[in-house]
């Protein structure tokens, strides 16, 4: 681990006294924790520390290290430190992706309309069976795909974006007002949970080390203020973030225990069905386009003269003749 920091042991030793967590990247600072000695082997370490000359270098090493002061903590700290940053951009991100697809759902005037088209030709299919309904669950948006006529060559879906491109103009586009549903959908949420408590319990740890040294202007007190403020703004947004996604589910009707990754796949699953249909039907378009002007072009080409061939009969009777 020295060597690949390129430093002697006494510049690794101040930079673990002092946290320089520059000096010391993430992956090594946590090699260096795990192969710490235990209490036994600092014990059984100590009690040859005259003989510490003869043994190997790797446990030179680890006897060395054994001597420098909350090492272990340190450590810790320095690992947490470096990948702070990552971590909770990681996690704004997150939250932020949540956010902002279920605004885009809620917000669109495009897919409050093309919702009203799908129970409109619902209530018209199923007129026969009841009365008209008042809503539908948005599983149902998944099986207009599942939907084909006899031939299966197409689907209901197929119809549907047909329809909604030649009379619904308000409906039209509404794909581009859904935005980051794809992220969102990947957005774990008890996984999230769990990367925040762990960025809690790191504060706390950096907030022990800094009440022992005592210098708010230390660099691991500068950090500690940082990283505390960071800490807490992502738990408020993504308390909020809960508080809107439940609040969208209530406003779509759908059960309070959905998870934002089966909400928004459905509706990222469906987008990605309309835009196949839509691009299947622009290909059916081209192609009976391209039938109809080769008809029309057959038949406005000359037709050539057919040759007579005479009967069976006629021929006989000029042989006879």
């Not at 470096?82 to 996690?91: I, K, M, P, S």
């Not at 495009?110 to 009365?131: C, I, P, Q, T, Y």
Request: some cysteine; aromatic content about 8%.
């Amino acid at each position: 681990v020295v060597r690949q920091g390129k430093m002697d042991f006494a510049e690794l030793r101040a930079a673990i006294e002092n946290l320089y967590a520059a000096k010391i990247p993430a992956d090594q600072a946590d090699l260096l924790y795990k192969i710490l000695p235990s209490a036994e082997e600092r014990e059984l370490l100590q009690q040859h520390a005259a003989d510490i000359a003869e043994f190997p270098e790797s446990d030179q090493a680890l006897h060395r290290l054994a001597q420098i002061e909350r090492c272990e903590a340190r450590l810790r700290i320095i690992v947490f430190w470096n990948r702070f940053d990552e971590t909770v951009a990681d996690l704004a991100a997150q939250v932020d992706c949540v956010i902002a697809a279920a605004n885009s759902l809620r917000s669109s005037e495009k897919l409050r309309a093309l919702l009203e088209v799908v129970l409109a030709f619902g209530n018209v299919m199923n007129s026969a069976k009841r009365g008209g309904a008042y809503g539908f669950r948005l599983q149902a948006l998944a099986k207009l795909a599942d939907t084909k006529n006899s031939h299966n060559s197409r689907s209901l879906l197929h119809f549907l974006v047909e329809q909604v491109h030649a009379h619904f103009p308000e409906a039209r586009g509404f794909t581009s007002e859904l935005t980051y549903l794809r992220r969102a959908a990947g957005v774990h949420v008890p996984t999230l949970s769990q990367e925040l408590r762990e960025c809690r319990a790191g504060i706390k740890m950096v907030s022990a080390e800094v009440l022992l040294v005592s210098d708010e202007r230390s660099p691991v007190a500068q950090f500690y203020a940082r990283a505390a403020k960071a800490v807490d703004d992502v738990g408020d947004s993504a308390r909020k973030m809960l508080d809107l996604f439940q609040e969208t589910l209530a406003w779509f009707g759908e059960d309070a225990r959905t998870s934002p990754g089966d909400f928004f796949s459905l509706f990222a699953a469906f987008v990605d069905a309309w835009h196949a249909a839509a691009a299947d039907n622009a290909r059916a378009a081209e192609e009976r386009a391209r039938a109809a002007k080769q008809a029309k072009q057959t038949a406005a080409a000359p037709k050539k003269a057919l040759r007579r061939v005479p009967s069976m009969g006629g021929v006989l009777a000029e042989l006879q003749d």
